[in-house]
């Protein structure tokens, strides 16, 4: 663990685009903490579904997706990186 918390770093949300009908989830977004959320990366998890996550379609059943699962997550200044990593 780190001694002190460096002060340019902060709080982001990360969350689950997840399909409304069959309840996949096809992409992860995170952003900074804040009404609305804003997410600064969106990372999609097959590169061939990149575009259908870009139009907030699911690429399966062209269902909507929604964010789901918050969770909030630490980011340190120069180190982009979630500090908690995902178990699941
Ligand atoms: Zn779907």
């Not at 918390?5 to 069959?22: M, T």
């Not at 804003?38 to 990372?43: D, E, H, L």
Request: charged content about 25%; overall charge positive; hydrophobic content about 30%.
């Amino acid at each position: 663990m780190p001694k002190h918390v460096d002060p340019h770093g902060g709080w982001e949300v990360r969350l689950d685009l997840e399909c409304v009908l069959c309840t996949r989830t096809v992409a992860t977004a995170q952003g900074p903490a804040g009404q609305p959320f804003v997410p600064t990366s969106i990372r999609v998890r097959r590169p061939e579904h990149v575009e259908a996550v870009q139009q907030r379609r699911c690429p399966y059943c062209s269902g909507g997706l929604w964010l789901q699962n918050r969770e909030d997550v630490y980011v340190y200044a120069g180190q982009r990186q979630p500090r908690i990593a995902r178990v699941s």
